[in-house]
């Protein structure tokens, strides 16, 4: 079928709702995966590009973010590799401690915190200009969120010695991370002249258990949560709030729809059995994604892709609130031909017609 944009779709999805057709939905789709979809030579950048992408691939949005100030946090390793017969990529990731910018109350209040009157919103302002009207812009905060923010900029190793060590700076460092977060939202709201949905993405968990005591996160996280989705809820119409934190999180759902989210991403399947967690939310949490990225995404076959969605749409479609996307983000391992038919089984099968 002839697939046309309708961010309505996604909408009535994320709301708990049951629309025409299942919709796909992806924090991140890697370049390399982009441009071997489009059967391109390389990836162009841009948002045009990304609009070109959305709408051939059969996403009914574009995301467009906000950029903060803040300094480079701590020390980073990286290293190079060839992914799926590409050119050499480079990854890169935090050091544990190395680095760490904050240590003390000393280094978080001469530390020069972003001001959200100086974020950049030129991404907003373009999006606004190109995307067309039947397609939504889904926005955040470039950069972690509120809880990796603070990790980022005391080092790991120190943020967790500092759970039982120092907690007044954890209350510290989480209070300024939250304000250049939801402050920087409230602004974009204010002043963008199109938003469509946020995606808040903050890591919780392992697969196994959470970073930390979920008493931190109730304590330091989960009041600058409901604040963004008291935002969300002022909008005109009222917008979605899309939760990303991997892991195992049986323990705090109540907590994210008590917030004000709206919608949960990405369920890992080793973490939570998506069925039971759909039926412990339902109507209350829209479930994004879940398609198996240790095998079935990367290592399986175009059939097995086929199957593997089929699979979720029928478990979780029926009633609404469901989204088909990966257990993560698509990453620049995963073979196009496997990507190609996560989203043609989603057409073939998420609008009645499989």
Same mark, same amino acid.
């Given at each position: ?21 299942? +919709?796909?939905?992806?924090?991140? =789709?890697? #370049?390399?995966?982009? $441009?071997?979809?489009? @059967? ?6 841009? /948002? ?19 950029? =903060? ?14 992914? #799926? ?12 401690? #190395? ?75 989480? *209070?300024?991370? @939250? ?17 469509? $949905? =946020? ?27 409901? *604040? ?9 119409? +009222? ?16 907590? /994210? ?49 086929? $199957? ?6 029928? $478990? ?9 996307? #990966? ?8 073979? =196009? ?18």
């Amino acid at each position: 079928m002839t697939w046309t944009p309708d961010f309505a779709r996604l909408r009535t999805a994320l709301f708990c709702g049951e629309p025409d057709c299942v +919709p796909l939905a992806e924090l991140k =789709v890697d #370049s390399l995966v982009k $441009a071997g979809f489009m @059967g391109w030579e390389r990836w162009p950048g841009g /948002l045009p590009a990304e609009i070109e992408f959305a709408r051939a691939a059969g996403y009914d949005y574009v995301r467009a973010t906000a950029h =903060v100030g803040y300094p480079a946090t701590g020390e980073t390793k990286s290293h190079h590799y060839a992914a #799926s017969g590409s050119a050499e990529q480079q990854r890169t990731w935090q050091q544990s401690d #190395s680095g760490a910018l904050i240590r003390t109350m000393a280094d978080c209040e001469a530390f020069p915190w972003p001001d959200p009157a100086a974020a950049d919103l030129s991404e907003l302002h373009l999006a606004a200009e190109l995307v067309p009207p039947e397609m939504g812009i889904v926005t955040g905060v470039k950069g972690g969120g509120i809880f990796e923010r603070a990790w980022f900029l005391m080092g790991f190793d120190g943020f967790m010695l500092a759970t039982v060590e120092q907690p007044e700076l954890i209350a510290a460092v989480m *209070q300024r991370t @939250g304000e250049v977060w939801v402050g920087t939202i409230e602004r974009l709201l204010r002043e963008a002249p199109r938003v469509d $949905a =946020v995606w808040f993405c903050d890591d919780l968990a392992y697969t196994e258990g959470y970073i930390v005591n979920p008493a931190i996160y109730r304590k330091h996280l989960f009041p600058w949560i409901e *604040q963004l989705g008291s935002l969300c809820r002022a909008q005109n119409p +009222p917008i979605p709030l899309i939760y990303h934190s991997d892991g195992r999180l049986w323990e705090v759902l109540d907590d /994210l729809h008590a917030c004000g989210v709206n919608a949960l991403h990405p369920i890992e399947p080793k973490a939570m059995d998506i069925v039971e967690v759909k039926r412990r939310v339902r109507g209350r949490l829209c479930l994004i994604g879940n398609l198996d990225l240790g095998y079935t995404l990367t290592r399986g076959t175009p059939e097995e892709v086929e $199957a593997e969605v089929k699979a979720r749409i029928e $478990a979780l479609a029926p009633g609404g609130g469901y989204c088909v996307g #990966s257990s993560n983000t698509v990453t620049e391992y995963v073979p =196009v031909p496997n990507f190609r038919a996560m989203t043609e089984a989603t057409r073939k099968y998420g609008c009645g017609d499989g």
